[in-house]
């Protein structure tokens, strides 16, 4: 769009874009013409009618909840596992988790007391003070979880200033540690709305506070708190650190999730990577204006063809666990949607082959082998389903999944539009990590375009 007017004026009389959060429609709705204004208040009224706001208070059950009901222990508990099955293991030697209770922790980095960290942005009130108070810091839940232990903080460098006042101290707190947790990653000061990063790097200061760490030879866990990429390549790739949590802006309940996972008392551990880790590089390789999802390297993990520093699907555990294909056809034959076509139903068992509980998530993904009709195509896979257990040591249970011509759809790159191809695909089930069993179909008939872009 030429100009900030036309802009909203469009995505106005589109119909699908009527809110937005930043200045664009407050220093341009006066320009755009009445009926799409008009358009725009229907459906903001709409959605204000549909929520009840137009009704009484007293008939309003959002505006008359007892103060009893806030913060429940059920409530509570409901924040704790949803926390717990959050957290993501990227990176395990099999010995440095879990930490040992009873031992002396030094707990280091510039996020090892965090709090407002921890919760992010968009939010409420979350302490009945209406402060920070009842949140809990990396360290103080630490120091809880290590009964019987000691337990030290030192958070050495900032986020980003590259002031190596405080490095002595958190790493004689290292040395003299049995175990240490490298607490790193980034906050609001760095990324955010309107406050865009320039590079999905690590702070360079945080890489060599961890080398300094790690040339400690120190049973060293890192715990990473962000909302967005960070290349963390020389700390996967480190034989020092010994294990790689992801904790991303965990929220209130964060701290004792990152403890819980640590000293192995996370029997939900299973969270999985939901974005590509890109290298620091990628941000040069690409514009970032750049929109085309299949363009230079690719975005995401449909398209991206450079080496990934962590991919998407991606979460181990401390227990392992395996996949077997129970039922379904190691072959199948479907119909594209021109004609009537049947499903096929997969069941993969999921097995428990570890000594503690825990949670694995199955990923079921569509990879095009060959699509003569969309030559164009650069889709490498695409996730069309996923089922998550939790299961006991020895524990199996059984996911279903079902495929039909509808499931296999590609968008055609000329056209935009959605499409049911004829072709052969690989269906893939995986755990992220690896472990995965496939099956072949055969999608055979004329091509039809399903929905015309624009959607």
């Not at 097995?351 to 164009?376: H, K, L, M, R």
Request: hydrophobic share 40%; charged share 15%.
């Amino acid at each position: 769009m030429p100009t900030e007017g036309a802009a909203a004026c469009e995505a106005l009389v589109n119909g699908t874009t009527d809110v937005s959060s930043d200045v664009t429609y407050h220093n341009a709705l006066l320009g755009c013409a009445k009926a799409a204004i008009n358009a725009a208040l229907t459906n903001t009224f709409t959605l204000r009618f549909q929520l009840g706001l137009f009704d009484p208070v007293e008939d309003q059950p959002y505006w008359r909840v007892p103060l009893s009901e806030v913060a429940t222990a059920h409530a509570e508990d409901m924040n704790l596992l949803a926390t717990l099955s959050s957290m993501v293991l990227l990176k395990h030697d099999g010995k440095t988790l879990p930490l040992p209770q009873g031992k002396r922790v030094a707990v280091v980095g510039p996020h090892a007391n965090a709090t407002s960290a921890l919760v992010g942005n968009y939010l409420g009130q979350l302490c009945p003070d209406d402060t920070l108070s009842c949140v809990e810091s990396p360290f103080l839940a630490i120091s809880r979880a290590n009964a019987g232990g000691v337990t030290r903080l030192a958070p050495g460098p900032g986020l980003t200033k590259n002031d190596t006042r405080g490095w002595a101290a958190a790493l004689a707190e290292a040395a003299a540690a049995d175990a240490v947790v490298l607490c790193l990653g980034i906050d609001g000061s760095i990324e955010g709305e309107s406050n865009d990063r320039t590079s999905i790097d690590l702070p360079a200061v945080q890489h060599a506070f961890a080398a300094a760490v790690g040339a400690l030879g120190k049973p060293t866990a890192l715990v990473l708190v962000h909302g967005g990429s960070l290349d963390t390549t020389a700390e996967r790739d480190s034989a020092a650190i010994g294990a790689v949590l992801d904790a991303f802006y965990p929220g209130t309940k964060g701290a004792a999730a990152i403890a819980a996972t640590l000293f192995g008392k996370n029997d939900h551990l299973g969270g999985k990577m939901p974005f590509t880790t890109y290298p620091a590089e990628y941000t040069t390789a690409i514009k970032m204006s750049e929109m085309e999802l299949d363009v230079g390297p690719g975005r995401g993990y449909r398209f991206y063809t450079g080496e990934p520093v962590y991919p998407f699907g991606r979460g181990l555990s401390l227990t392992t666990f395996t996949l077997a294909l129970a039922a379904g056809p190691a072959s199948a034959a479907l119909n594209t949607e021109a004609a009537p076509s049947t499903s096929v139903v997969y069941t993969v068992r999921v097995a428990n082959t570890g000594a503690v509980s825990g949670d694995e998530v199955v990923q079921a993904y569509f990879v095009p082998i060959s699509t003569p009709s969309q030559p164009a195509s650069k889709l490498k896979q695409q996730l069309f389903d996923y089922a998550r257990v939790h299961l006991a040591p020895g524990g199996t249970a059984d996911v279903h999944f079902s495929v039909d011509s509808a499931t296999l759809r590609l968008v055609d790159r000329a056209s935009g539009d959605l499409v049911s191809t004829p072709g052969s695909f690989q269906i893939l089930f995986t755990n992220g990590n690896g472990v995965e069993v496939d099956a072949a179909v055969t999608v055979s008939g004329g091509e039809v375009t399903v929905k015309t872009f624009p959607y």
